[in-house]
T-cell receptor
């Protein structure tokens, strides 16, 4: 079956760095997405990885290892506004997104 | 990035009535649009995949006669919740991917439906 696993909740301190891990099992693979979702709002796109390695985009970076079925989202210089849920989604061979349950990130001053 | 407009953002309706939610891609064409439901503190749950000009594909457990989906053009899909019940109260979100590429999915703003 298809499955996406990520931690339910994480806590970090303002100004620090946090890494949110995601492991995936999909029928075929066409990429791994990360989305940010604030409470009561729709998700917004953060990153897309289809090749192994690290993609850096400002304070956010995303890493993919296809052989390990593993990805992580790295957030640097954390700000209070980064408090949100972070959704990991794998795209299968039919280009359908398989969603994780999301990781709620709590930022403390 | 591309814009997906979803309307209304909030709606309150009485039990037994029907509610229509619109999802429009404003600056791109989308052969396929997706409808999700999200309950509090839970992940997105795919309800159905809407294909322009053909019948929608519903996920297991989603009643197609209750959640009517129409994808009449390459820029518009609608979801109608028929005979709404309080348990249908949820956050409904549509997303669309531009035709021709497996790029990121763009999401509408979501619709908070409350059935009283």
């Amino acid at each position: 079956g298809q499955n996406i696993d990520q931690p339910t909740e994480m806590t970090a301190t303002e100004g620090a760095i946090v890494q949110i891990n995601c492991t995936y099992q999909t029928s075929g693979f066409n990429g791994l997405f990360w989305y940010q979702q604030h409470a009561g709002e729709a998700p917004t796109f953060l990153s897309y990885n289809v090749l192994d390695g690290l993609e850096e985009k400002g304070r956010f970076s995303s890493f993919l290892s296809r052989s390990k079925g593993y990805s992580y989202l790295l957030l640097k210089e954390l700000q209070m506004k980064d408090s949100a849920s972070y959704l990991c989604a794998g795209m299968d061979s039919n280009y359908q997104l398989i969603w994780g349950a999301g990781t709620k990130l709590i930022i403390k001053p | 990035g591309a814009v997906v407009s979803q309307h209304p953002s909030r709606v309150i309706c009485k039990s037994g009535t029907s509610v229509k939610i619109e999802c429009r891609s404003l600056d791109f064409q989308a052969t396929t649009m997706f409808w999700y439901r999200q309950f509090p503190k839970q992940s997105l749950m795919l309800m159905a995949t809407s294909n322009e000009g053909s019948k929608a594909t519903y996920e297991q457990g989603v009643e197609k006669d209750k959640f009517l989906i129409n994808h009449a053009s390459l820029t518009l899909s609608t979801l109608t919740v028929t005979s709404a019940h309080p348990e249908d109260s949820s956050f409904y979100i549509c997303s669309a991917r531009p035709t021709g590429g497996h790029t990121e999915a763009f999401f509408g703003q979501g619709t908070r439906l409350t059935v009283v």
